[in-house]
């Protein structure tokens, strides 16, 4: 039997937001993942059905602390929400070209018409030192790309992943790869 990952747990998770954007439920729930940003899991308690309804067996902890699988999935979907917010018509099916591709390369689209702080902002985003203060980075990258270019697709599965990397002590490794796609032409 295949091994669940964050990834396909983060995909699976995603399509199912992703279907009920248009509907009073999804947008519901996309808000609670918005209003949850910030906060501790333990006070967040409107989205525990639909995070621990959604997460297998071996991601939930079992003390009073969070797990780096639950909370990889959860910093994921506050970013997906906030992407989401008014912007219902991006599609989350890609062509495969660019499917798998790191939030490096959705953030490159910034570089070709922004000026040296968009530089800056990435180059603090991948130097941060803990889970909290990337994920406080990608928030602002984030919000620049959505008003900026806001049909530009990210694979937020593929971030959760990567999230996940980042809290487990890989962090140079997806430094590396985010740059690349990032500062590749």
């Known amino acids: 039997m295949e091994k669940t990952s ?3 747990v983060t995909s699976k998770m995603v399509f199912k937001l992703n279907a009920l954007t ?3 439920v999804g947008k519901s729930t996309l808000a609670k993942f918005r209003n949850s940003i910030g906060k501790n899991l333990e006070k967040s308690t409107e989205l525990w059905p639909i ?4 997460l297998p067996e071996e991601f939930l902890g079992n003390g009073k602390y969070i797990t780096k699988e639950e909370n990889a999935i959860l910093l994921t979907l506050q970013l997906y ?3 989401m917010q008014g912007n219902s018509d991006v599609t989350m099916s890609v062509d495969e070209d660019i499917k798998f591709r790191n939030i490096g390369y959705s953030l490159k689209v910034l570089r070709a018409s922004e ?3 968009v530089d800056r902002r990435f180059n603090a985003t991948i130097t941060s030192t803990t889970v909290d203060e990337l994920v406080n980075h990608l928030r602002h990258m984030i919000k620049i790309l959505k008003a900026k270019y806001p049909k530009t697709y990210i694979d937020f599965p593929k971030l959760a992943e990567d999230i996940y990397w980042f809290s487990r002590g890989y962090e140079d490794r997806i430094r590396l790869s985010w740059s690349r796609e990032y500062f590749r032409r």
Not at 51 to 54: A, D, G, K, S, T
Request: hydrophobic residues 40%; proline residues 12%.
């Open 6 to 8: 964050v990834f396909s």
């Open 22 to 24: 248009e509907t009073p």
């Open 51 to 54: 995070l621990f309804e959604n």
């Open 81 to 83: 929400a906030l992407y």
């Open 115 to 117: 000026s040296p702080s």
